[in-house]
Nanobody
């Protein structure tokens, strides 16, 4: 089992920045990929950023160049630095950890609200 606790959400004006943190505990040695997803009201949950244990990252075009994901293995924590925030970035942001290789399991945090005002 993996437990994930997010922090760092809040209210920010358009153009501003926020940094989200996600601390993992439990069976952390089994974690391969960690990532951030978001879900806005009435929309499906979507990928925001992900990072492998080797440090490879992946971003959708909507956040590329504005968001940066990083991972501190010593602290078992993954971060999401969000710059140049836009109102359309408003959503609940969820931390994700994926374990396994051929058969994978997904673990989720409780979510943290990010609100960007125009």
């Amino acid at each position: 089992q993996v437990q994930l606790v997010e922090s760092g959400g809040g209210l920010v004006q358009a153009g501003g920045s926020l940094r989200l943190s996600c601390a993992a505990s439990g069976t952390i040695f089994a974690i391969n990929t960690m990532g951030w997803y978001r879900q806005a009201p009435g929309k499906q949950r979507e990928l925001v950023a992900k990072i492998t244990s080797g440090g490879s990252t992946n971003y959708p075009d909507s956040v590329k160049g504005r968001f940066t994901i990083s991972r501190d293995h010593a602290k078992n924590t993954v971060y999401l630095q969000m710059n140049s925030l836009k109102p359309e970035d408003t959503a609940v942001y969820y931390c994700n950890a994926q374990t396994g290789a051929t058969i994978t399991l997904d673990y989720w945090g409780q979510g943290t609200q990010v609100t960007v005002s125009s």
